[in-house]
């Protein structure tokens, strides 16, 4: 079955660095745009980035722009999501997922989410 395992989460002192990792079996990873979602508690999930399949084209949310990067590895089937300069605002259950569709950025477009990796900011 499709199965998504995310990676990479901890505590980490605002103004620090995390780097999650994302590995996907069960489906050709290659063939999806690969996206990371986050959730904060009592919060919507957001969308944070997305990864285009050949991994040219790469999308993010305004908060994170600057940041963060997306990059993934299809050889190893795995995306990365590269989290620079964390602030606090950034904690959140940090979820990859995959999508048919082209630099998808709203939850409709994404039809599989991992079961998440806690990223922990503190002041």
């Known amino acids: 079955q499709v199965q998504l395992v995310e990676s990479g989460g901890g505590l980490v002192q605002a103004g620090g660095s995390l780097r999650l990792s994302c590995a996907a079996s069960?489906?050709?990873?290659?063939?999806?745009?690969m996206g990371w979602f986050r959730q904060a508690p009592g919060k919507e999930r957001e969308f944070v980035a997305a990864?285009?399949?050949?991994?040219?084209?790469?999308y993010y949310r305004e908060p994170v722009k600057g940041r963060f990067t997306i990059s993934r590895d299809n050889a190893k089937n795995t995306v990365y999501l590269q989290m620079n300069s964390l602030k606090p605002e950034d904690t959140a259950v940090y979820s990859c997922?995959?999508?048919?569709?082209?630099?998808?950025?709203?939850?409709?477009?994404?039809?599989?989410w991992g079961q998440g990796t806690q990223v922990t900011v503190s002041s």
């Open positions: 997922a995959r999508s048919r569709y082209p630099l998808a950025g709203t939850l409709s477009e994404y039809n599989y």
């Open positions: 069960g489906f050709t990873f290659s063939s999806y745009t």
């Open positions: 990864i285009s399949r050949s991994g040219e084209n790469t």
